[in-house]
Antibody
Framework: QVQLQESGPGLVKPSETLSLTCTVSGGSMSSYYWSWIRQPPGKGLEWIGY???????NYNPSLKSRVTISVDTSKNQFSLKLSSVTAADTAVYYC??????????WGQGTLVTVSS | EIVLTQSPATLSLSPGERATLSCRAS??????LAWYQQKPGQAPRLLIF???NRATGIPARFSGSGSGTDFTLTISSLEPEDFAVYYCQQRSNWPRTFGQGTKVEIK
């Protein structure tokens, strides 16, 4: 059974960089897309971007200038960096495995609050 | 960006009743639409992909239909564990987008 687990700071100061890592267990990272999706408290879902196991990426145009997603298949991990954060970036951040464009396995999510 | 509009925002039903949820796309997404269930404090769970295919382990009471711009998720007979928020999501265009959700609550 594939499992994903997000990790990283729960509090980030405005203008700083949010950094999260997702650790994948129970399966290979090959042949799948690995995504980051976020959900502001009480609101809907936003697809941030994804990375293929080979390293190719695609980012949401609304965040593209601030987002970097990277992968380390040797550690079964992929990561998210979001720069110049503001309060609007406060959200639960989920990592997910994507197959054919949908998220079939998700992490439990981690709340990141942007505040000084 | 494709906008997905879900209706109704809230559906108040009793266990055993039939639930019908709608998702309308701002332009055609062919059959590239999924449905997810989300319970409080949990991640979304994939129910239906490509409009009408149940994901692994999803009970047969969940079914999806539609193509183009109009889609429906039907829960044939609500079980207590089905009361949750449901989201649709398209994979036709980038960025992938979600609807705003329909909450199915106990009447």
């Amino acid at each position: 059974q594939v499992q994903l687990q997000e990790s990283g700071p729960g509090l980030v100061k405005p203008s700083e960089t949010l950094s999260l890592t997702c650790t994948v267990s129970g399966g290979s990272m090959s042949s799948y897309y690995w995504s980051w999706i976020r959900q502001p408290p009480g609101k809907g879902l936003e697809w941030i971007g994804y990375i293929y196991h080979s390293g190719s990426t695609n980012y949401n145009p609304s965040l593209k200038s601030r987002v970097t997603i990277s992968v380390d298949t040797s550690k079964n991990q992929f990561s998210l960096k979001l720069s110049s954060v503001t309060a609007a970036d406060t959200a639960v951040y989920y990592c997910a495995r994507g197959i054919t464009g949908y998220g079939d396995y998700w992490g439990q999510g981690t709340l990141v609050t942007v505040s000084s | 960006e494709i906008v997905l509009t879900q209706s109704p925002a809230t559906l108040s039903l009793s266990p055993g009743e039939r639930a019908t949820l709608s998702c309308r796309a701002s332009q055609s997404v062919s059959s590239y639409l999924a449905w997810y269930q989300q319970k409080p404090g949990q991640a979304p769970r994939l129910l239906i992909f490509d409009a009408s295919n149940r994901a692994t382990g999803i009970p047969a009471r969940f079914s999806g239909s539609g193509s183009g711009t109009d889609f429906t998720l039907t829960i044939s007979s609500l079980e207590p564990e089905d009361f949750a928020v449901y989201y649709c999501q398209q994979r036709s265009n980038w960025p992938r987008t979600f609807g705003q959700g329909t909450k199915v609550e106990i009447k």
